[in-house]
């Protein structure tokens, strides 16, 4: 029985999207227009049909999308980027949920947990990242669901109207040496080779294969890089490899930005052989120092890069990028709820999206 302040839970329906549906898509463009604005991000329909249609990992014929419906009413519908992680010596197949959104007035009456299980029906591990506090909280409530924390941000310095903010010079001056480096310019490796490509080859494929270890994290094939890097719609990213003596030892992807009076850069990937990944984090740092940003942000969750980056400069930031997972599985629960052993940057999920 309801209680005398709540309406009564309505009777919903969740359909997934077909490939053949022509006349759902445009129900749900007008659904998503009103519910995250016409010119947002989220209605963009070239950013949405390489999303859930181009993206490389999906092993259906119909889109990764579930839509909630009372009769012929659209009230919300939550996506999936299925991805394959690389764990140890083997591949899992998982899937990051995204484009959530439910209308306000029925958020907390049943259909979110619908929609979430047919995340976790459609997939052996469900991951979340970022999500805004109204769907934190839902999380927080729903069985099953492990929180993992929050993802490291770290920030460069690279102007002195950067340094404006109390806020920034407060954090500079509890992370030692970090004020006397903040303005200094990257310098690269002497015998590390930079080049910016248009497309990454096997030769990255390899790379990431190489360094990954016992980590934990999507695997960062040249084809998954492509999609999210190369022919992703209303943002452009620089790709850049990183070669010593002729051996691919790194690479990174670049994004830069304007928000107001600051041009902002953006440390989106970066991975590289360890003896070199000092100096190729530095490399990338300098590229986007090249381009005249007034500072870099690096969100990634990974002791090495972060060491690296500190290094060179970068301190520790709030972030809001929340991490939580789910999965039935019991073997493979002991394994993933590990948070030490995880490898996730910006670029995860949906995260890495125009401000």
Same mark, same amino acid.
């Given at each position: 029985?309801a209680l005398?302040?709540?309406?009564?839970?309505?009777?919903?329906a969740?359909?997934?999207?077909?490939?053949?549906?022509?006349?759902?898509p445009?129900?749900?463009f007008?659904?998503?227009?009103?519910?995250?604005?016409?010119?947002?991000?989220?209605?963009?329909?070239?950013?949405?049909?390489?999303?859930?249609?181009?993206v490389?990992?999906n092993?259906?014929?119909?889109?990764?999308?579930?839509?909630?419906?009372?009769?012929?009413?659209?009230?919300?519908? =939550?996506?999936?980027i299925p991805?394959?992680? *690389?764990?140890?010596?083997?591949?899992? @197949? !998982?899937?990051? #949920?995204? /484009? %959530?959104?439910?209308?306000?007035?029925?958020?907390?009456?049943?259909?979110?947990?619908?929609l979430?299980?047919e995340?976790?029906?459609?997939?052996?591990?469900a991951?979340?990242?970022g999500?805004?506090?109204?769907?934190?909280?839902l999380?927080?409530?729903?069985?099953g669901?492990?929180?993992?924390?929050?993802?490291?941000?770290?920030q460069?310095?690279?102007?002195?109207g950067?340094?404006?903010?109390?806020?920034?010079? =407060?954090a500079?001056?509890?992370?030692?040496? *970090?004020a006397?480096?903040?303005?200094? @310019? !990257?310098?690269? #490796?002497? /015998? %590390?080779a930079?080049?910016?490509?248009?497309?990454?080859?096997?030769?990255?494929?390899?790379?990431w294969?190489?360094?990954v270890?016992?980590?934990?994290?999507?695997?960062?094939?040249?084809?998954?890089?492509?999609?999210?890097?190369a022919?992703?719609?209303?943002?452009?990213?620089?790709?850049?490899e990183?070669?010593?003596?002729?051996?691919?030892?790194?690479c990174?992807?670049?994004?830069?930005?304007?928000?107001?009076?600051?041009?902002?850069g953006?440390?989106i990937?970066?991975f590289a052989?360890p003896?070199?990944?000092?100096?190729v984090?530095?490399?990338?740092?300098?590229?986007?120092?090249?381009?005249?940003?007034?500072?870099?942000?690096?969100?990634?969750?990974?002791?090495?890069?972060?060491?690296?980056l500190?290094?060179?400069?970068?301190?520790?930031?709030r972030?809001?990028?929340?991490?939580?997972?789910r999965?039935s599985?019991?073997?493979?629960?002991?394994?993933?709820?590990?948070?030490?052993?995880?490898?996730?940057?910006?670029?995860?999920?949906d995260?890495?999206?125009?401000?």
């Amino acid at each position: 029985m309801a209680l005398p302040s709540e309406a009564p839970a309505p009777v919903y329906a969740i359909r997934r999207l077909r490939a053949a549906d022509r006349t759902v898509p445009e129900e749900l463009f007008r659904f998503i227009q009103a519910a995250w604005g016409a010119d947002s991000w989220h209605a963009d329909r070239d950013r949405w049909e390489w999303q859930f249609h181009g993206v490389p990992t999906n092993g259906h014929a119909e889109p990764p999308l579930w839509i909630l419906t009372r009769g012929e009413d659209i009230l919300g519908q =939550v996506g999936a980027i299925p991805v394959r992680l *690389s764990m140890g010596a083997k591949e899992q @197949p !998982a899937a990051w #949920a995204c /484009d %959530l959104m439910i209308l306000p007035e029925y958020w907390n009456r049943g259909g979110f947990p619908l929609l979430m299980r047919e995340i976790s029906r459609g997939y052996p591990l469900a991951l979340v990242l970022g999500m805004n506090r109204k769907a934190y909280a839902l999380f927080q409530r729903s069985p099953g669901w492990t929180d993992l924390g929050v993802i490291p941000r770290l920030q460069l310095y690279c102007s002195l109207g950067s340094l404006a903010s109390a806020r920034t010079v =407060v954090a500079l001056a509890r992370q030692a040496g *970090s004020a006397v480096r903040a303005l200094a @310019p !990257a310098r690269p #490796a002497a /015998d %590390l080779a930079v080049r910016s490509v248009a497309r990454f080859d096997a030769r990255v494929t390899a790379l990431w294969d190489r360094v990954v270890g016992e980590r934990i994290a999507v695997r960062r094939s040249a084809p998954w890089l492509n999609w999210k890097y190369a022919g992703q719609p209303r943002l452009t990213h620089e790709r850049l490899e990183m070669e010593s003596r002729g051996t691919l030892v790194g690479c990174a992807v670049l994004r830069v930005e304007t928000m107001g009076p600051e041009r902002l850069g953006y440390l989106i990937e970066c991975f590289a052989e360890p003896p070199a990944l000092v100096g190729v984090t530095s490399a990338a740092v300098a590229r986007l120092q090249q381009l005249g940003v007034d500072r870099i942000t690096c969100d990634v969750l990974d002791p090495a890069t972060e060491q690296a980056l500190r290094r060179i400069g970068f301190v520790r930031r709030r972030s809001g990028m929340k991490f939580m997972l789910r999965t039935s599985d019991a073997a493979l629960a002991s394994v993933v709820r590990d948070r030490a052993r995880w490898y996730i940057t910006r670029g995860d999920a949906d995260q890495d999206r125009p401000r």
